[in-house]
């Protein structure tokens, strides 16, 4: 499965990005998706998690309120929608996918997940 990761870019302080990722599987429907992020010298951080059917997500308390991650399964993709940016969330965003045609739920470690894009820098500025 590749995943490809596109919207990210500069953006000011308060500004906002909307994230996708588009999946190459047919199977999009059974993957657990989530969005991490990782500055340099860092682990990868969740910012959010969203189960097979959509209908549960997870946020990190940094994500809370300002972050909306949402799929479209007929279209393959996961959206991360992020408002009110600020300069704690300049890193690189990582989707990330791992297949699960069994066990509905969120899956919150980057341990979890087999699949992972190539990355897409935010950069948030003053």
């Known amino acids: 499965v590749q995943l490809a990761e596109s919207g990210g870019g500069l953006v000011q302080t308060g500004g906002s990005l909307r994230l996708s990722c588009v999946a190459s599987t047919p199977n999009f429907s059974l993957y657990a998706m989530a969005w991490f992020r990782q500055v340099p010298g860092q682990e990868h951080e969740i910012v959010a998690a969203?189960?097979?059917?959509?209908?549960?997500?997870y946020y990190a308390d940094s994500a809370k309120g300002r972050f909306t991650i949402s799929r479209d399964n007929a279209k393959n993709t996961v959206y991360l929608q992020m408002n009110g940016l600020n300069a704690e969330d300049t890193a690189i965003y990582y989707c990330?996918?791992?297949?699960?045609?069994?066990?509905?739920?969120?899956?919150?470690?980057?341990?979890?997940?087999?699949?992972w894009g190539q990355g897409t820098r935010v950069s948030v500025s003053s």
């Open positions: 969203v189960t097979r059917s959509g209908e549960e997500t």
């Open positions: 990330a996918a791992d297949f699960r045609p069994i066990q509905q739920g969120l899956h919150l470690n980057d341990y979890e997940y087999r699949y």
